[in-house]
């Protein structure tokens, strides 16, 4: 087999087993690393337009599959592949993968999975006219059903903006919370257990505690809480300032530098690591332009007490004594 066809197949498996409702973060890991092998990206992309392409074609595949299996045994399932002289060779090999994998798992699943490797950046257009821009090493997964239109995002950062259809609201599940609007423009972060909700435009409702109780978020303010804590914390932001990632900027107004890291090492696959009492503490506000891991940590050691020391397979920042008798 040769080396894109072994990821097709691969990129075929990965996308029915993040699907599976027991799929969690240690999945999302796995697959994460996979995503940044050569090719890997290209092979996913390629087999998951094939399986939107058969799903929006599936009415036949599956009412065949809501046969139960004794009628499918005698009556053998197939798929007029005709179509796929349009896709091109790439496509093409990624349906097969499909078929190869286990289609019965695979093809009545409506969601539909967005990831980006470590920095990348992604925009995707949905069906119903809305728009979801990812930040570096987001996963998130979308299912557009007649009530309603569902995002599940599993780790990551987005921003949507949501086309008005008061008929179908908007929901977002991101761990504990569920977000709901109608039409509104806002940013999801989760990561590491923290969750922030930034609105621009509109409303938004979030519900915090599993009940029917939520919080409304204006324009200008931010949610942000703690998975497993309670309560919420609600306080004015400067929207561009949230969204600066969008024009690779960081942007900071007296952030700690254990926040910064987390943020840092989610663009870059050689980790930061903080050694040193009070390191995490250290306080930063200002503007980091994301223009390689190497340029960033000479900026923040030039604004803050710390040294950078790299070994094999890290980076490790320490907090400088203070020169204060």
């Known amino acids: 087999m040769s080396r894109s066809a072994q990821h097709l197949q691969e990129a075929a498996d990965w996308l029915t087993r993040l699907q599976r409702p027991e799929a969690g973060e240690a ?7 996979w995503l940044s092998e050569p090719g890997a990206q ?3 992309d390629a087999v998951q337009a094939v399986d939107e392409e058969i ?3 599936g009415a036949a595949v599956r009412g ?5 299996r004794r009628v499918a045994a005698k009556r053998p399932f197939s798929i007029d592949w005709r179509w796929l002289g349009g896709l091109g060779t790439v496509a093409a090999a990624a349906a097969v993968a499909l078929v190869l994998a286990p289609w019965g798992e695979l093809l009545p699943q409506p969601d539909t999975l967005y990831s980006t490797a470590k920095g990348e950046t992604r925009t995707v257009q949905l069906a119903d006219g809305s728009r979801i821009d990812l930040n570096t090493n987001t996963h998130l997964a ?3 059903e007649e009530d309603a239109r569902r995002v599940t995002v599993h780790d990551g950062q987005a921003l949507f903006e949501v086309a008005r259809d008061p008929s179908r609201p908007f929901l977002i599940t991101a761990g504990e919370e569920t977000v709901r609007v109608v039409g509104t423009k806002f940013d999801v972060r989760r990561r590491d257990g923290q969750l922030s909700v930034t609105v621009l435009r509109g409303l938004v409702e979030v519900s915090t505690d599993g009940t029917d109780k939520a919080i409304l978020v204006r324009p200008g303010q931010m949610l942000e809480r703690v998975e497993g804590g309670k309560g919420a914390v609600v306080r004015t932001v400067s929207a561009e300032d949230q969204l600066g990632w969008r024009s690779g900027r960081l942007v900071y107004r007296d952030q700690t530098l254990g926040r910064i890291v987390d943020d840092l090492n989610q663009y870059f696959d050689r980790p ?11 306080r930063f506000s200002g503007v980091l332009i994301v223009d390689g891991q190497d340029a960033m940590v000479r900026r923040l050691s030039s604004l803050l007490p710390i040294s950078a020391t790299p070994t094999d397979d890290s980076i490790v920042l320490r907090g400088r004594p203070s020169s204060s008798n």
């Not at 999945?27 to 690393?33: E, I, N, R, S, V």
């Not at 065949?64 to 139960?68: D, G, M, R, V």
């Open 42 to 44: 290209e092979a996913y």
């Open 142 to 144: 979308v299912r557009l």
């Open 272 to 282: 930061l690591r903080l050694e040193g009492e009070n390191t995490a503490n250290l």
């Open 55 to 57: 799903f929006q074609r």
């Open 64 to 68: 065949a599959l809501a046969e139960p």
């Open 27 to 33: 999945d999302w890991l796995a697959f994460d690393t």
